[in-house]
């Protein structure tokens, strides 16, 4: 037994608590957090994790975070020194390392049928972890039933964790949005050969929704107005599962630095796809005039010999944009508030971390009038721009506009930085979750759809 399970807080028998117990608002949580992949420092399922799993303990609730590769970071959080936020990893194959993209397995590192369906999904192109994850954990949860009085899975939304409600235990998702959505972006962009290969690669997009359709009313945590109302159009859910909940920012990481390097652009790309709009920014950075002090950093990993390598290159903007990646999280937040400007020209977005990190740092954020992006810098223009999505012209006349504005971007800076504080905050965010967990906690199971439809 680790040291850190040593110190959690003993846990009472589950027949030993009443779900009047339970759902009583000054009770503390037992929680199960599952997330498939937990990227530490970038992409929003990692932040999610590790962010609202410090809010609920900050809260007095007992967390186990359950994950798959990459694991989450959890260093740091003064939670961990009394054992009651725990990481229990889930290990894969791994086959997506970033050190290592696509390996091939040693035959000896293969444990059961559930290893080979990863490497076989792998095989034919399709993205399997989802899948794969679920059959892994689920019998982790059912096995510890007793320990938790809820799970909540963070997107993974695969048939094996329905059994985790079969088995008694209450189950709440988060859906941050249908990655329908990144499929049609994909197979709009793909030509020849690769529409095919981007077909598989969402091929786990069917299961998600068949899935989501029977999760039970008022447990799908969504992150935006947008999201709810992209589930309920691609994958047939109803009005009645979502809890409509946002993410937050930590405002003391992400905050105002001192000085800005002038001309500084930033812009965070989870992906090298064409979905958060990269391509849009670099054609609007080749149109701003030849004296402007513009120069960009994305932060992303650029695909080796990919179209955004060589649209740089076309574009002659190579003295003008440099790719990083890999950054811990105080790296990335004093890189973003080094910057005058933060854009996310995004095709779309079921929330933005981007924007919310950029606004807290106080810089003057840009963004596409794409998905959520909207509700989130605020539809008036008084936090921040917004342009017409994949509109590289607009896009170029509002990031020149904000350059030669000093003004202009100090008081979009002060105006991002209050609606953050205002409306994202983590505790007010794990508040309302924990609202969401002793509702489904007090449903009756018989109250979830089971016709699968």
Request: glycine share 8%; charged share 25%; hydrophobic share 40%.
């Amino acid at each position: 037994m680790s040291p850190a399970r040593r110190a959690a807080a003993p846990r009472p028998d589950a027949a030993d608590v009443s779900s009047a117990d339970v759902s009583s608002a000054d009770r503390p949580l037992r929680i199960a957090l599952t997330s498939y992949r937990s990227k530490p420092h970038s992409g929003g399922q990692g932040i999610y994790v590790r962010q609202l799993a410090h809010a609920l303990t900050d809260l007095g609730h007992d967390v186990e975070v359950f994950s798959g590769q990459p694991y989450p970071d959890l260093s740091g959080l003064s939670a961990l020194d009394d054992g009651s936020l725990r990481l229990t990893k889930v290990p894969s194959l791994d086959l997506y390392n970033d050190a290592d993209p696509f390996r091939r397995p040693a035959l000896r590192e293969f444990r059961d049928r559930t290893d080979v369906l990863e490497y076989a999904t792998m095989c034919t192109a399709g993205f399997p972890e989802p899948r794969t994850f679920a059959r892994r954990v689920t019998p982790l949860l059912i096995d510890r039933r007793h320990d938790f009085d809820v799970v909540h899975d963070n997107q993974t939304l695969a048939p094996a964790l329905l059994r985790v409600q079969d088995a008694g235990l209450p189950l709440v998702t988060t859906l941050h949005h249908p990655i329908s959505v990144d499929r049609r972006v994909a197979l709009r962009e793909a030509r020849g050969w690769s529409r095919i290969t981007q077909r598989r690669w969402y091929g786990f997009v069917a299961m998600q929704a068949k899935v989501a359709r029977r999760l039970a009313d008022n447990s799908v945590i969504t992150v935006s107005e947008n999201s709810r109302d992209d589930a309920i159009a691609d994958f047939g859910m109803r009005p009645e599962q979502f809890s409509v909940i946002p993410v937050g920012v930590d405002t003391e990481v992400f905050a105002p630095r001192g000085p800005r390097v002038p001309g500084r652009i930033v812009c965070l790309s989870s992906a090298d796809t064409p979905m958060k709009g990269v391509p849009v920014l670099l054609r609007a950075m080749a149109a701003l005039p030849e004296e402007s002090p513009a120069h960009l950093v994305v932060v992303s990993r650029l695909t080796k010999g990919g179209a955004t390598e060589r649209l740089v290159r076309d574009l002659g903007l190579g003295s003008r944009v440099r790719f990083v990646h890999g950054l811990t999280q105080e790296e990335l937040a004093s890189l973003i508030a080094s910057a005058e400007i933060g854009c996310v020209p995004s095709l779309y977005e079921g929330f933005s971390f981007p924007a919310i990190e950029a606004m807290a740092s106080g810089c003057a954020v840009v963004a596409s009038d794409a998905g959520a992006l909207p509700e989130v810098v605020g539809r008036d223009g008084s936090a921040g721009l917004l342009v017409p999505a994949a509109d590289p012209g607009a896009l170029a006349v509002a990031l020149d506009k904000l350059l030669t504005d000093h003004d202009l971007r100090a008081r979009l800076g002060t105006a991002g930085r209050v609606r953050v504080a205002e409306r994202f905050s983590w505790r007010a965010i794990a508040e309302q979750t924990c609202a969401v967990y002793r509702s489904a906690i007090i449903r009756p199971s018989s109250a979830t759809p089971r016709d699968g439809k």
